[in-house]
Every structure is written in C-alpha cells, then in structure tokens.
C-alpha cells in the first residue's frame, strides 16, 4: 500500500472536491438562464436528452433509459418528469406492449423551448470568458474518468 503524504489528505488535493466544486459552479453560472426558461438544472439535463432523442429516436424512449442515460434513478426522475409534464413540456405515455414502460416524448412547446436555450447558452459562454478549446479537452478528460469509474462498478 502507498504511503499517504500529508499533502494528499488535503482538501485541496482531492479531485473529487474539485469535481464537486466546479459543477456547484457551473450550475450557478446556468441559473439565471434556466429562470428565465423556468427550468431547474437537472428538468434541463432531461430536456438535452429529450431534444437529443427527437432529432436521433431511441429504440426505447423510456423512463429507464433517461435514466441510465443521466445515470439517476426512477424515484429521482419520476417527480421532475411529472412536473415537466405539468408545464406542457413532455408526455409520458404507458407502454401498450408493457404497461411497465413509461414512454417520453417532448411536447410542442417542450421542442420550441429548445431555440430559446441556444441563444441563452451562448450568451453564458461568452459572458464567462472561457477557453473553448481548454472546456474540450476538459470534456473529453472527463469522459475518459467517468468511463473508468464507470467500469468499476
């Protein structure tokens, strides 16, 4: 086993403090967006994948597909699918073939907020100032640990 230095019990020294800190921070820096389109982070996060699936169907539009695809689980996604229905941005629909399977589909005015959301981000990139470039090459950084841990468990 490694010897454990003192600097590696620093907070600062944790990535997984860094991790937690940047998104705390990316998702201040979308919430004046998201208020002025009435979504909270994670009914956003949803709304990216339902415009993803609309213009590249999935061969199961489900529930439990939303949720592998942002690893959360049916208890967390049920009330914010619920509410984003009650805005009149999705349906959900039971599955006639297996009346387990919940369906999804954006709402017309669930698909037209998606133009709204493009100007509004691009606004938040500029305004921040950042690197473009250095954000790719965290993204794609960060694909690669996610795609390790994920093979861990």
């Known amino acids: 086993m490694k010897d454990l230095s003192a600097n590696?019990?620093?907070?600062?020294?944790?990535?997984?403090?860094?991790?937690y800190a940047?998104?705390?921070?990316?998702i201040r820096g979308y919430?004046?967006?998201?208020?002025r389109l009435g979504l909270t982070y994670p009914q956003y996060l949803v709304m990216l994948v339902l415009w993803e699936w609309h213009d590249a169907p999935p061969e199961q539009p489900t529930v439990k597909a939303l949720g592998e695809r942002l690893s959360l689980d049916s208890g967390t996604l049920?009330?914010?699918l619920k509410?984003?229905?009650q805005m009149a941005l999705v349906q959900r629909q039971r599955s006639a073939r297996d009346e387990r399977e919940v369906h999804l589909s954006l709402?017309?005015?669930?698909?037209?907020?998606?133009?709204?959301?493009?100007p509004l981000k691009a606004r938040l990139l500029c305004d921040s100032g950042v690197d473009l470039d250095g954000l790719g090459?965290?993204?794609e950084g960060l694909d690669q640990l996610l795609g390790q841990l994920k093979a861990l468990s």
């Open 8 to 19: 590696s019990l620093q907070l600062d020294s944790q990535l997984c403090f860094k991790l």
């Open 22 to 26: 940047a998104s705390r921070a990316v």
């Open 31 to 35: 919430k004046p967006m998201l208020d």
């Open 78 to 80: 049920t009330p914010l």
């Open 83 to 85: 509410r984003l229905e």
């Open 107 to 118: 709402a017309a005015p669930g698909l037209a907020l998606r133009d709204a959301v493009a």
């Open 137 to 139: 090459a965290l993204r």
